[in-house]
C-alpha cells in the first residue's frame, strides 16, 4: 500500500478528462479515499526527469569517469566508478547508472504530461529514460575536500599550475543483459547537466541463466516448477535428481504489453520500460515430497546454473508443515545508492529467513503481494529476483498479487489506481507463474501437509458472483478436512486493521462482500499485507471478537477451534517496506500490535498450528499464537 494521500490522483485523472475515457468498461471507482497514490518515482530521485537537461557552463578539460573493469562484466560486480578532472567539487555533482546504454540521457520536455498519472504536477521531465540507480559524488568523502587531487600541468619547475578534484563510488551491478553506462552529471538531481559519459560495459554473458526460482504446481508436492530469466529465448532445460532433464519454455513481454492511457504513457510504457529478455520455466516431475534434490538450469549453448538443492514440500494430508511468510518486500540497493523506489527492511527480512531456512525447518514461502515494487521501472524486478534468490532457489516460494503488481486505471482491477506503474500483473505473472485459474486470474488453492492454503487477488473483482467469488466459495466448500484440518486463507488487503492514515487501510466492500465466506466455511485463520506491520486479532467476526485465546502451560495465546467461532487474521506486511505505525487508541479485536520488520513463521501439525512473529533484526519472537482443535 502507499501510505500518503493520493486525492491528488484522482483529481488529476479527472482534470484529464480520463474518468470519462475509462469509466465504460470499470467497474464503479472506488471511492476517494481508497485511491492510493503511485511510488512510481516517489524519492527525490525521481525529480531527475522532471527538469529540462541543462548543458553545463565551462566544463573543465580535464573531465574523466572511469569504470574500474574495462572487460566484460561478471554476473553481480561492485564496480568503482572514478571520475575525475573537476575543477571545482559540488554537493550537486552525481553519477548515473544506466542501462541500456543508449537509453537517452536528453531532456523530454514535452513528455512531461507523462508524470501527471503519478501525481507529480512537476512540469517537465529530464531524463527521456530513467537510470537504474544515481550516487551523489559527495559520498566518497574526500571529494569536497579534493582529498583525491590530481596535477594536470605543471610549471618549469615542477610546480602544480591546474589541479583537479576526483571521486571514486561503488556501484553493485548484476547481469541485467543490456549494457551498462555510467554518466557524470553536474546540477544535481533538480537542474543536472551532463559532464561525461564513461563509454559501454558489457556482461561476459547476456543470455546467462539466471535468478531461478521455484514454486508448487500441485498438492501432490511430486513436481516443482522452476522459473528463470536469460538473454535468450531458445529452449533451456532443468536437470535435476541425477541424470532426469525437462525443457523450459519461454516466453516474454513487451512494451506494448504494459498498460497506459493512450495520451498519457505509464512508466511501464515509457520512461521506465527495460527489457525483460527471457522468462523460462520448466517443471521437475517423478519427485516425491518432503525430498532433497540437486539441480541446475540453463543449456550447453548459454551455460549452466550453479548447481542448487531443493527440497519438495510435503504432500496434502501428510501430519506437518512448516512454512514462512511475510508480504510488501521490495528490494533495497546493496550500495550507497539512490534508486526509484526503496524498500528499507528488505535485505534484513531476507537475510532473516535465510538464516531461518539453515535450521532446514522452512518447506515453502508464502509472499502475499507487492512483490518487487518495480512499480513500472522494470529493471527492478532482476533486482528483486537477485535478492530471494538464496531463498526462493531452495523451497517453494509461492506468491499473491497485491496493488504494487496488478492495479492501473483502464485495466480491470478493482481500485483505479496507478500503483503498478502500468505493469497490470503481466511482470508479475510471467515471472511468478503459480497454479493460477488462468491469465490475469491469479487465485489458486494448494495443499501442503494439514494445510489447504486458498490464496485470492483482492485487487481482481471479488464480490458476490464474480468469477473469483464463485471459485472461492466453490473451493472453500470442498476441503476434506480430514485430509487438511486447517483452512488458511491468503490475500494482500487486509479485512482488519488498526493502522491509522489518511487514506483507509480496509475496504469496507471487500470485507461485507468476502468475510461471511471465511465464516461459513470455517477459515481458521487468514493472513493478509497491504498494512506495513504485524498486527493479530481475537477471532473476529463484523468487527465483533467471537473468541478469545487462552494462556496455555507455556503462556502462549491459543485459540480453541474445537468449537470454531470465526476466523483469526493476522497482517504480516512487515516484509520490507518502511513501516506503519498504529491508532492510539486499539480496536477491541486488535490483540497484538508490533511495527517491526520481520516475517511470520508457522508450524502446523494435524491439531495445532503455532503462528511466530519474528523480528528480522534479532530474530526474536516478538508475538506468538497457536490455534487447537481435535485430540490434543
Ligand atoms: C573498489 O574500491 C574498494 C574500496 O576502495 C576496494 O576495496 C575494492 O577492491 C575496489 N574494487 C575494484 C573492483 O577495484
Ligand atoms: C581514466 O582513464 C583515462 C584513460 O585511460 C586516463 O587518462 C584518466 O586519467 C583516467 N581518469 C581517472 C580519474 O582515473
Ligand atoms: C538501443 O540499441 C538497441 C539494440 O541495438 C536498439 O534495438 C534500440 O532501438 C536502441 N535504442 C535507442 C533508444 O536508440
Ligand atoms: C461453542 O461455542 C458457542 C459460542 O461461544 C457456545 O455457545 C457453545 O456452548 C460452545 N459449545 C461447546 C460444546 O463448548
Not at 474518468?19 to 468498461?25: D, Y
Not at 503519478?118 to 568523502?141: E, F, M, N
Not at 535465510?354 to 527492478?380: C, N, P, R
Not at 462482500?513 to 506495513?532: A, I, M, T
Amino acid at each position: 500500500m502507499g501510505f500518503a494521500p493520493s486525492r491528488r490522483v484522482g483529481v488529476l485523472l479527472v482534470l484529464l478528462g480520463l474518468c470519462a475515457a475509462c469509466s465504460a468498461q470499470l467497474p464503479p471507482p472506488a471511492p476517494p479515499a481508497m485511491l492510493h497514490e503511485s511510488f512510481a518515482g516517489k524519492s527525490e530521485f525521481r525529480t531527475v526527469n522532471r527538469r529540462p537537461l541543462e548543458s553545463c557552463r565551462n566544463p573543465s578539460p580535464y573531465l574523466s569517469i572511469n569504470a574500474s573493469t574495462a572487460g566484460p562484466l561478471p554476473d553481480e560486480a561492485f564496480v568503482n566508478v572514478t571520475v575525475g578532472g573537476v575543477f571545482m567539487p559540488r554537493g550537486s555533482h552525481w553519477v548515473a547508472m544506466i542501462t541500456p546504454s543508449n537509453s537517452s540521457v536528453s531532456g523530454c520536455p514535452l513528455s512531461g504530461v507523462n508524470y501527471l498519472e503519478t501525481g507529480d504536477t512537476a512540469k517537465l521531465p529530464l531524463l527521456c529514460h530513467y537510470p537504474v540507480k544515481a550516487q551523489r559524488a559527495k559520498s566518497d568523502p574526500g571529494y569536497l575536500g579534493c582529498k583525491k587531487a590530481t596535477c594536470q600541468k605543471r610549471d618549469a619547475s615542477g610546480g602544480c599550475q591546474v589541479r583537479t578534484c576526483g571521486a571514486t563510488l561503488t556501484f553493485h551491478v548484476i547481469n541485467f543483459r543490456t549494457d551498462v553506462e555510467f554518466v557524470f552529471f553536474a546540477g544535481g538531481f533538480q537542474t543536472p547537466c551532463l559532464l561525461k559519459r564513461s563509454g559501454v560495459l558489457r556482461f561476459a554473458n547476456p543470455a546467462k541463466p539466471l535468478s531461478g526460482h521455484l514454486s508448487s504446481t500441485d498438492s501432490s508436492a511430486t513436481s516443482m516448477r522452476i522459473t528463470w530469466v536469460s538473454g535468450d529465448g531458445r529452449p533451456q532445460q532443468v536437470q535435476y535428481a541425477g541424470g532426469r532433464a525437462a525443457a523450459s519454455v519461454a516466453t516474454t513481454f513487451t512494451r506494448k504489453d504494459m498498460c497506459s492511457f493512450s495520451v498519457l504513457p505509464s512508466p511501464a510504457k515509457d520512461f521506465g520500460w527495460h527489457d525483460p529478455g527471457y522468462i523460462h520455466s520448466a517443471v521437475m516431475t517423478g519427485l516425491q515430497p518432503s525430498q532433497s534434490y540437486d539441480y541446475r538450469y540453463g543449456s550447453d549453448s548459454v551455460g549452466w546454473s550453479d548447481t542448487t538443492k531443493f527440497r519438495t514440500p510435503p504432500a496434502a494430508g501428510s501430519d506437518e508443515t512448516s512454512f514462512v511468510i511475510y508480504g510488501d518486500m521490495g528490494k533495497a540497493p546493496l550500495d550507497p545508492s539512490v534508486e526509484h523506489y526503496i524498500q528499507p527492511g528488505s535485505i534484513a527480512v531476507t537475510g532473516a529467513v535465510a538464516k531461518e531456512m539453515q535450521t532446514g525447518k522452512v518447506d515453502s514461502i508464502f509472499h502475499i503481494g507487492d512483490i518487487s515494487y518495480a512499480t513500472g521501472f522494470l529493471v527492478e524486478w532482476d533486482f528483486f529476483l537477485h535478492l530471494i534468490r538464496p531463498l526462493a532457489s531452495q523451497v517453494s516460494y509461492m506468491t499473491a498479487i497485491g496493488n504494487h503488481e496488478r492495479d492501473y486505471a483502464g485495466s480491470g482491477s478493482v481500485y483505479v489506481t496507478p500503483d503498478s506503474g502500468g505493469e497490470c500483473g503481466v511482470a508479475y505473472e510471467s515471472y511468478f507463474p503459480m497454479p493460477t485459474a488462468g491469465k490475469d486470474k491469479p487465485w489458486y488453492a494448494i495443499e501442503q501437509g494439514s494445510i489447504h492454503f486458498i490464496v485470492m487477488s483482492t485487487e481482481h473483482a471479488w464480490s458476490e458472483k464474480s468469477e473469483q467469488y464463485n471459485w472461492m466459495e466453490k473451493d472453500l466448500s470442498s476441503v476434506d478436512r480430514s485430509r487438511t484440518p486447517w483452512v488458511i486463507f491468503i490475500g494482500h488487503r487486509p479485512m482488519y486493521s488498526s493502522n491509522v492514515g489518511i487514506i483507509p487501510s480496509v475496504d469496507p466492500d471487500f470485507v461485507a462482500s468476502v468475510e461471511p465466506l471465511l465464516l461459513n466455511n470455517k477459515v481458521d485463520l487468514v493472513f493478509f499485507g497491504h498494512v506495513h506491520n504485524y498486527e493479530r486479532t481475537c477471532a473476529v467476526y463484523k468487527g465483533k471478537c467471537r473468541g478469545m485465546p487462552r494462556k496455555d502451560a507455556s503462556g502462549i495465546d491459543t485459540y480453541d477451534n474445537s468449537n470454531y467461532t470465526a476466523p483469526v487474521h493476522a497482517i504480516v506486511g512487515a516484509g520490507g517496506f518502511s513501516l506503519d505505525g498504529f491508532s492510539l487508541i486499539p480496536q477491541s479485536w486488535s490483540l497484538s500490535r508490533i511495527s517491526e520488520f520481520g516475517y511470520a513463521r508457522v508450524h502446523a501439525t494435524k491439531t495445532s498450528v503455532l503462528v511466530q512473529f519474528v523480528s528480522s533484526g534479532t530474530m526474536e519472537i516478538r508475538d506468538q499464537f497457536r490455534i487447537v482443535k481435535g485430540g490434543r
